[in-house]
């Protein structure tokens, strides 16, 4: 079983930065697509960033710009580097590799 374990969520004000990193318990190479995707209360789970396994990146519109996806495949984790945080970005973060989900981790932008 595919375990993936994020970090790095948090309470920011609208304009700061995180990091979200999430570690796989598997090769990279044994996915097609690693990713990040978020939650807001009331919405729908909505993709963010996927990095393939050959190094494409995909970005929603909302993010271009803001929000990095990037990976250490040493060390089979990903990376999402957040920047000019907005209030609109606040939600639940989620892991994926393929069908495989992390349990999440919550970022807050609020003043």
């Known amino acids: 079983q595919v375990q993936l374990v994020e970090s790095g969520g948090g309470l920011v004000q609208p304009g700061g930065s995180l990091r979200l990193s999430c570690a796989v318990s598997?090769?990279?190479?044994?996915?097609?697509?690693m990713g990040w995707y978020r939650q807001a209360p009331g919405k729908e789970r909505e993709l963010v960033a996927i990095?393939?396994?050959?190094?494409?990146?995909t970005y929603t519109d909302s993010v271009k710009g803001r929000f990095t996806i990037s990976r250490d495949n040493a060390k089979n984790t990903i990376y999402l580097q957040m920047n000019s945080l907005k209030p609109e970005d606040t939600a639940v973060y989620y892991c994926?590799?393929?069908?495989?989900w992390g349990q999440g981790t919550q970022v807050t932008v609020s003043s």
């Open positions: 994926n590799a393929d069908i495989n």
């Open positions: 598997r090769s990279y190479f044994s996915f097609n697509t």
């Open positions: 990095i393939t396994r050959y190094g494409g990146t």
